[in-house]
Every structure is written in structure tokens, then in C-alpha cells.
């Protein structure tokens, strides 16, 4: 062991309650008894149902509101001891709350980024410069940088604030569903410009997502928010513990540990066997649930053989001695689902 | 790298500031165009010999220059930048594109306290009236009535995040404002009653030297407020989140912005009555022709256009020929709600700050 063990984790929540206050004295917890912590340039992923609490802890860990209960020790500092000016400069914040502002230009917004840093003017020098070209160059948005913000997609927006909380320059990242409305590529290269950031450019990034699997491979770690607790750690050490399925309660879905994906529950009431060629198998596999068998491996009862014809699958089914064959999955379906 | 750092500079400062020069330079023909204007006509040729007073031809156009046409020139220039910088801060800090001192009954509230002022205390005000402290005590009233109701809608659109609904609200505070002010008046003298009919139609050229004075002071303040907050203002356009993450202090900034446009407002409504229109309808001319969000440059913006267009109105309430004056108020109302209009038709995707 090193003596990293005397070096506080880069967030560390103790014992916290977030929530809203109501008065001045009471508050109403939308989640409590947080303990969790990240290390230095590390990427944690917050998953949760919706309305579990997620963007509260997020918004509670950037200092946007106080801790009802327990603490958020940044850097081993109680959050609560630093000023709101500090607070600019070490943590900034991206949520999915759309800027309505007229006629703002997508480099004067990015600029903004260091308003804690600048005078009364807001006028920017050298280094300021340098690390708006930095966040910039970054985020890939040199093209967008004339343009009005509303002209811009959703994820060219979200990569646009990205870039401003770049900007900021601090070592914490909070990032509250920064791809919700995006589509799927669009997804992928927000995590990529965030894992680059955590790996190559030391930021702690914290953020909340509903897109599980896409936070499975990027995350270092995963704050997994559920109805009966917090559970953390490594996306892979959750799986072994089998605690994603207390994800979801009461919900169409179940958690299959295997390929690490939510999918419909469902009642299985006949069974079939595949057999056959193996790269087909996990698909017809897949065909044969979806319409309500149960995928055994006894080869007593119905059993689909997959063959192969010169690099084309050919499905056979064997009933009462006659052979059936079938030139697509679809077909199959169809098939086996007319069977009662 | 160089490239995207210069051009992340905050503004294109050197258009700007030409459109601002250009706009500086046509205030001044305003001026002149006004002060020759009215129904003694002095001649623009005769101006400035009259203005330094080595043109004695006719005695009488000294006199209304210096009792008349200038003070009334410079309350139209006050009150224009006033309402108009007023306006620009209620539609930041309410993140409302129609927000402006008269929409949200910003105004009216005024207008309440003015007339608690001229019927609760009548016959002290109308012998105070030409004094510092009736002048005081008249725009101190504006200025709690202006900010009363600014805090109530500040209450209700914390909770109500639709912009109409905070329009029809402010619309409602308004008209409860001018309730009150109808029961006053059934209570009330004639001679004070006509003393409020007349202020509620919008006045500036009626104000005292005194009130003038007081005025300017007031306004003067407001507008120190208003350029210790530009850098705060321009954080707030992203909305309270990303402003408090920047280390913008929310409650602070709240109450500094609520009190210098309440100071801006309430001031040239005391005086000058409730002058519809500008405040709402300039800050979206200014972003318009300077296509910049920035208050840097929207600020100056302001304080000129509406100046440009407060003179207007001025000068067109004085172009029925027969020496009658058009109410201002009715004026600006008209240079106003077509700018209004325009917002609401094509800018549809203001309509919801959601």
C-alpha cells in the first residue's frame, strides 16, 4: 500500500440527504443516507429511476442547493465551507435546462465560461483566450462558433455546453443527463468527449443517465440509485453483485445479468430447443422468446435446426416426421407461433 | 487556436460601436428637431444664437428654450433611457421576452403610490409640490409602489413558469393597482381628481426644476445599478442554474436588479406618468439592430434608442397644427405595440421559457 490512502477521494458524500428546503428549518429528502465517493479523474454514472432523486444529488454536489443532511467533501473540503465564487472555479454545471436567450452567439456563450475569472468588464485576456480555444478545440465546435444557439441541434447545443463548462476550468464536472434528446450517435460522441476528458485531461465527471448500457462501458464507476439504497462501484462489480435489478421494481423489465441489458419479462409458457449453426443461434434465440417459448436444451421436445446453405441460414423444423424449412426468421415466427 | 480565441471574444465591438456612434449622432439631430419644434416655431437657423443669447430678435424664444423646450428635451431623454433599461432587466431577470414596466403592472403600482400621494395627502401635495421634499416624497411612493409589485410577480413566477400566465398575472396586479386608485379618486376632490387624469396620460413637459432635479438624481442612481450588474445580467441569460454555478449570488442580484428598476421606473412614472410601451418595445429594437445578447452593448443600446424614441414621440404629439398636444402616453403606445406585435408573431419560440 501507498500513501494514496491519505489522499481524500475527489468527492466523497458522507451520510447526505438532498432535497428541497421547504422553510427555513425543515426540508422534504427526496433521497437520503448517501454515502459514496469518486476518485481523482475518474467518470462516476448516476442511474436511477425517474424521479428517484438523480439530478437533486447532482444539483446538491455543485453547490446549486445545500445538503439537508451530512456532507459533500470536494478534495476532502465540506462544500459548505466554500464560497460560492470558490465553488465557481472548482466545480462547473451542464443540465438539460434549454438557455432561452435572444440572440446569443454560440462563442459568447462559451466565453461565459469564465466569468469567474474576469472583472467587472468581463473582458478576456491571453489565458482566457487560450483556454476558450482549448474548450473549443476540445469539443469540435469550431464550426458552430457565429451561429446564433438556437440555430444548433440538440447535440450540438449540449457539445456547446460542454465546451462553456471546459471554459470554466475546473476539476469537477457535473453533468446532469447530458444526453437526453439525443440520438444515438450523437449519444456516443458526447460519452466519447467526456471519457477523453476524464482520462487524458484529469476531470472528475459526474453524470446522470438513462442510457445504462452506454454508461456501463464508460463509466469507472457506477452510483446506482435505487428504492432500497445506493449501491457503487465498478459497473462489472455491480453485475456479479446483482444489484441492477433492484433498478426497476415492478416494471415490465428484468435484468439479465448474462448480457448485462434490461429486457421484457416474460411468461414463457412452451419450450424449444436451437440447434444447429452457432452464430445463428443467439439470434433465432432471440426470435423464438420474443414470441413466447422457452429456449431449452432438452432435444426430446420441438427443437429448431439451423443449417447452413453456402453462407444462408436455413431454419429446419421437425414435425411429426416432416421436415419444415423456413428461409427466414420471420417465417419461423410465424410458424411456430401458429403451434398450441 | 488562435482563431477560435479571438473570435470567442464576448462582442464584435467594432460594429457596435459604430451603430452606437451613428445612433449618438442622430439623438443630437433629435434634439435639435425638438427643440425648434412646438407651436412657437424658432427657427433651426436662430437656434443656437437664442442658446447663447446673442440672438436677441425675438425675447420671447429665449424664454421657452431654457423654461420650456431643454427641460422638457432632457425629461424625454431621461425617461426614454430609463423605461428602456428598466424593461431590458425585467426581460432578463424574468427570462420574459414581454416583460417591461408597464406589462407587469410595474407601472400601475407606480401610478399607486403617486395617487396615495396626491389624494391621501392632497392639500399638502398640491402646496409641496414644488418643493424637494413633495418632489421626494411623491417618487419615493412610485418607487415602493413599483417595487411591491415587482415582488409579487418575482413570488408568482417562481412557481408559475408560463409566460403568459405571468403577463396576465402582472396584467391582473396592474388592474387591482388601478382599482385602488378609482376608489381613491371616488373619494377625492375634483381638482385632485383632474391632477391624476392628467398625469395618467403621460407628461413631459410639466415637470418643476426641482422635480427635475430629483429626478435626474434618482434615475442616476438606478442607472450606477444597473452598470454594476451588466456582467451579472449577461450569466443570467443562461438561467439561475448555470449562473449560480458561475458564482452569481441569485438573491442579491434579485433584489439590486429589482431596485434599480424599480428606481428607473417608478421615477419617470412619478413625474412623467405611466409612458407606455417603451420599456418593452426598445430592448427588442436594440437586440434587433445590434444582434447581440450581451448587455455590454444592449445597455447603451437602450439609453440611446429609447432616448431617439422618446423625442419622437415628443416631437409627432406636437404635430396637430392647431398648437394642441397629443397625449404623449397615446404616442408612444402607437411607436410601441407594433415592435410588441412583431415579438409575439414572429418570435414563437420565445413563448415558453420551459
Excluded at chain 2, 431623454?77 to 408597464?102: C, E, H, K, Y
Excluded at chain 2, 413631459?204 to 432635479?213: A, E, K, P
Aim: charged share 15%.
Amino acid at each position: 500500500m501507498t500513501d494514496q490512502h491519505n489522499i481524500p477521494e475527489a468527492i466523497s458524500l458522507d451520510n447526505l440527504f438532498v432535497g428541497y428546503p421547504v422553510s427555513m428549518k425543515a426540508g422534504k429528502t427526496v433521497y437520503d443516507s448517501i454515502t459514496a465517493c469518486a476518485g481523482r479523474s475518474e467518470m462516476v454514472g448516476v442511474i436511477g429511476r425517474n424521479g428517484i432523486g438523480k439530478s437533486t444529488l447532482l444539483r446538491t454536489i455543485a453547490g446549486l442547493q445545500p445538503p439537508l443532511k451530512g456532507s459533500v467533501f470536494l478534495n476532502g473540503t465540506d462544500s459548505r465551507s466554500v464560497s460560492l465564487k470558490a465553488m465557481a472555479r472548482l466545480i462547473s454545471f451542464v443540465s438539460t435546462e434549454t438557455v432561452y436567450a435572444w440572440q446569443i452567439k454560440v462563442n459568447e456563450l462559451v466565453a461565459m465560461g469564465r466569468f469567474p475569472y474576469t472583472g467587472w468588464l468581463g473582458k478576456l485576456n491571453e489565458t482566457d483566450r487560450e483556454i476558450i480555444g482549448e474548450a473549443v478545440a476540445k469539443t469540435g465546435i469550431e464550426a458552430l462558433l457565429s451561429k446564433n444557439l438556437h440555430e444548433l441541434s440538440d447535440g450540438e447545443r449540449q457539445k456547446v455546453m460542454i465546451a462553456r463548462a471546459l471554459a470554466q476550468d475546473t476539476p469537477f464536472v457535473i453533468l446532469d443527463e447530458p444526453t437526453a434528446f439525443l440520438d444515438l450517435p450523437a449519444r456516443y460522441e458526447i460519452f466519447r468527449l467526456l471519457s477523453e476528458l476524464s482520462r487524458h485531461h484529469q476531470k472528475t465527471i459526474v453524470f446522470s443517465t438513462h442510457d445504462l448500457s452506454m454508461a456501463m462501458d464508460v463509466a469507472d464507476k457506477l452510483w446506482l440509485m435505487t428504492d432500497t439504497g445506493i449501491y457503487q462501484g465498478a459497473p462489472e462489480d455491480l453485475l456479479i453483485s446483482k444489484v441492477f435489478r433492484k433498478l426497476f421494481l415492478n416494471s415490465p423489465a428484468e435484468f439479465d445479468e448474462k448480457t448485462a441489458t434490461f429486457r421484457f419479462k416474460r411468461n414463457l409458457e412452451k419450450a424449444i430447443s436451437v440447434a444447429g449453426e452457432k452464430k445463428f443461434r443467439m439470434l433465432t434465440r432471440r426470435a423464438l422468446e420474443r414470441v413466447g417459448f422457452q429456449i431449452t436444451d432438452d432435444h426430446s421436445g420441438w427443437v429448431v435446426k439451423i443449417a447452413d446453405n453456402n453462407g444462408t441460414p436455413v431454419w429446419h423444423v421437425n414435425m411429426n416426421g416432416q421436415l419444415l424449412a423456413f428461409d427466414t426468421i420471420y417465417a419461423l415466427t410465424l410458424y411456430v407461433k401458429s403451434l398450441t | 487556436m488562435v482563431a477560435p480565441g479571438r473570435s470567442a471574444d464576448l462582442f464584435n465591438y467594432k460594429r457596435s460601436l459604430g451603430l452606437l456612434f451613428l445612433m449618438a449622432v442622430l439623438l443630437l439631430l433629435f434634439v435639435l428637431l425638438d427643440l425648434v419644434t412646438g407651436t412657437v416655431k424658432i427657427p433651426m437657423k436662430n437656434l443656437w444664437g437664442v442658446f447663447t443669447g446673442t440672438d436677441t430678435g425675438n425675447p420671447a424664444w429665449h424664454t421657452i428654450l431654457f423654461e420650456f423646450r431643454i427641460p422638457k428635451t432632457i425629461t424625454a431623454i431621461l425617461a426614454g433611457s430609463a423605461l428602456s433599461v428598466s424593461g431590458l432587466q425585467m426581460q432578463t431577470i424574468f427570462r420574459n421576452p414581454l416583460a417591461g414596466p408597464d406589462v407587469l403592472g410595474v407601472s400601475a403600482g407606480a401610478g399607486l403610490g403617486v395617487a396615495l400621494v396626491v389624494f391621501g395627502m392632497g392639500g399638502f401635495f398640491m402646496s409641496e409640490s414644488l418643493t424637494y421634499l413633495g418632489s421626494w416624497v411623491q417618487i419615493v411612493a412610485a418607487w415602493i409602489g413599483a417595487g411591491m409589485v415587482l415582488v409579487l410577480v418575482m413570488a408568482v413566477s417562481v412557481r408559475v413558469r408560463d409566460i403568459m400566465t405571468i403577463l396576465i398575472l402582472g396584467i391582473l396586479f396592474g388592474s387591482a393597482a388601478s382599482a385602488l386608485v378609482s376608489i381613491l379618486q371616488f373619494f377625492s376632490p375634483q381638482s385632485q381628481v383632474k391632477a391624476f387624469v392628467i398625469w395618467t396620460m403621460g407628461n413631459l413637459g410639466s415637470l418643476t426644476g426641482v422635480q427635475l432635479r430629483v429626478l435626474a438624481i434618482s434615475l442616476g442612481i438606478g442607472f450606477l445599478l444597473t452598470l454594476s450588474l451588466l456582467k451579472v445580467m449577461n450569466a443570467l441569460l443562461l438561467g439561475e442554474s448555470y449562473s449560480k454555478s458561475m458564482g452569481v449570488n441569485i438573491k442579491v442580484t434579485r433584489i439590486l436588479v429589482f431596485l434599480s428598476t424599480s428606481l428607473l421606473s417608478g421615477s419617470v412614472t412619478a413625474f412623467c406618468g405611466p409612458l407606455a410601451f417603451i420599456g418593452i418595445a426598445v430592448p427588442h429594437l436594440a437586440r434587433l439592430l445590434f444582434n447581440t445578447a450581451s448587455h455590454y452593448i444592449l445597455v447603451p443600446a437602450s439609453v440611446l434608442l429609447g432616448s431617439l424614441i422618446m423625442l419622437l414621440a415628443d416631437i409627432l404629439s406636437q404635430l396637430p397644427p392647431s398648437g394642441m398636444l397629443l397625449p404623449i402616453n397615446a404616442v408612444t403606445a402607437m411607436l410601441g405595440i407594433p415592435v410588441v406585435v412583431w415579438v409575439i408573431v414572429y418570435n414563437r419560440r420565445f413563448a415558453s421559457i420551459n
